[in-house]
C-alpha cells in the first residue's frame, strides 16, 4: 500500500497524511519529520485520510510529539474513527492533542 505526503514547513509546519502508515511507508515520514521538526515552532497533522497506522507509524507520531512538546507543541486534526480507536487502545489519546 502507499502512503501520500504533503508538508508545509517553517514555524508553522502541517503535514497532510493520506493512505496507510505502516512499516513499509514509514520512512517516507520519517524522512519529512526530520526536514520539518528542527525548524518548526508548531506541528499540524491532518491524517482525515489515512486510512490505517500502524506500530511504525506510532512511533513516528510519538517522536514527533516528543519534539513538539519542547517547543510550541503539536496537534492532529481530522482523526478517523479507525484510527482514533488505535490510539485509544494504545493510550496515546491519553496525551496526544487531537481536533475535530
Do not use: W
Not at 504533503?6 to 508553522?12: D, H, S
Not at 510519538?62 to 478517523?80: D, E, N, S, T, Y
Request: net charge negative.
Amino acid at each position: 500500500m502507499s502512503l501520500h505526503i504533503e508538508k508545509t514547513v517553517g514555524e508553522n509546519a502541517v503535514i497532510i497524511l493520506s493512505g496507510r502508515l505502516d512499516t513499509t511507508t514509514a520512512p517516507a515520514l520519517e524522512n519529512i519529520l526530520n526536514e520539518v521538526l528542527p525548524c518548526a515552532k508548531t506541528l499540524m497533522i491532518d491524517l482525515e485520510k489515512l486510512e490505517y497506522v500502524s506500530s511504525a507509524g506510532l512511533r513516528l507520531i510519538l517522536k514527533a510529539q516528543k519534539a513538539m512538546g519542547k517547543k510550541g507543541g503539536m496537534k492532529l486534526r481530522h482523526v478517523p474513527d479507525n484510527v482514533m480507536e488505535v490510539f485509544t487502545i494504545t493510550g496515546f489519546a491519553d496525551f496526544l492533542t487531537i481536533e475535530d
